[in-house]
């Protein structure tokens, strides 16, 4: 079956770059939204605590729970059961209405719209949402904001960081009236946190980067990232083909002279993006995968038993179009995953 191989000393040597451009590692909460990206929530979240992380990020309260010995503190961007299953758990609140329904004791983070238009409360509106924290006897523990271009070279970034300037003066001043504790500021993803000089937040929320990929426009000096995942697939059956036969759906592959063709078990069921026989795919080793690839298998020029398929996605990007997150978070959760 196909497995994932998860590289510790990469993933190690990711938390480091990241760790040491934030200030410390106290400033740093790993973003496992999603399965960690198709990573592994458990699996990265154990390697996160070893070395040293105690900020999380992930979607729902049920990701939470999995992960709940592993933390101090785990934030939880788009839930909207609001049960406060532990001390640990900070929810995200993004407009008045959901305000109203979070129970109280909760620790919450407002996020505040600075341009992205997506989520968030709007900084005129940010003074009634922090009143009305106090009112329902909830315990503001941050304020945060997300870019909409930290991966791109325009000024758009330093527009939000100036609106996002004016959120944390107003929030300051409004705690101070009302005698409340000054939340945790935070704006960066892994992005936005490289675009920082000298990072002078509380914490960064970092998602890819620490996976070893940062999907910014090239003008940037890009720190030297090294890809955590690798995918192998495991050989089921092996054939001699003679020039001119075709493999698989549509004979889109024709052998130009005898080969030897093995099928191997990884298919877009697995989440393996369909490659259509349209653009070249090579592996690590320089095997071709050939012709179109079928739910559950694919045919490779190999007869090795066990082929990686991946260990960079970027190339794959490139041929679908999109970008390194999609590869990964679209593989099954159910594939195994070992640690190295």
């Known amino acids: 079956m196909p497995k994932i191989i998860l590289n510790k000393e990469n993933y190690f040597h990711n938390l480091k770059i990241i760790s040491e451009h934030a200030g410390s590692k106290d400033k740093i909460a790993v973003v496992l939204k999603d399965n960690a990206y198709g990573h592994g929530l458990v699996e990265i979240a154990s390697m996160a605590k070893e070395f040293g992380i105690t900020k999380a990020v992930v979607r729902t309260c049920e990701e939470a ?4 010995t592993f933390f101090e503190q785990i934030l939880i961007l788009a839930d909207t ?18 305000l109203e329904k979070v129970p109280e004791k ?10 992205m238009h997506r989520n968030g409360i709007s900084l005129e509106t940010l003074k009634e949402a922090i009143h009305g924290t106090l009112r329902k006897n909830l315990n503001l523990t941050g304020i945060m904001t997300h870019y909409r271009s930290a991966d791109t070279l ?5 527009w939000q960081q100036q609106i996002f300037g004016q959120v944390k003066t107003l929030a300051v001043n409004t705690c101070e009236k009302l005698f409340l504790p000054i939340p ?3 704006s960066a993803n892994s992005s936005g946190l490289f675009r920082f000089k000298n990072f002078n937040e509380d914490f960064a929320r970092v998602g890819i980067a620490q996976y070893g990929y940062l999907d910014t426009d090239s003008i940037f000096d890009n720190p030297n990232l090294k890809p ?6 495991d050989r089921i059956s092996t054939r001699k083909i003679t020039k001119g036969q075709r493999v698989g759906y549509g004979g889109i592959f024709t052998a130009k002279s005898e080969m030897n063709v093995s099928t ?6 697995d989440g393996f993006l369909r490659l259509n026989g349209k653009k070249t795919y090579t592996t690590p080793k320089g095997y071709e995968i050939l012709g179109r ?13 066990k082929v990686c398929i991946f260990d960079d996605v970027r190339q794959l990007a490139t041929i679908h179009d999109t970008i390194s997150y999609e590869i990964t978070t679209t593989l099954n959760p159910n594939i195994e995953k070992e640690i190295k």
């Open 293 to 305: 690839v079928s739910m559950d298998n694919c045919s490779i020029n190999s007869t090795d038993d």
């Open 184 to 186: 945790k500021f935070h």
């Open 81 to 98: 059961t609001f049960h406060n299953y532990s001390h640990a758990f900070h929810i995200v609140v993004n407009s008045l209405e959901q």
């Open 264 to 269: 191997y078990d990884i298919g877009y069921g």
């Open 106 to 115: 909760t620790n919450v983070h407002l996020k505040v719209d600075t341009g």
């Open 154 to 158: 325009s000024c758009e970034f330093f």
């Open 65 to 68: 729970e999995k992960i709940e």
């Open 228 to 233: 955590v995942m690798s995918l192998w697939a």
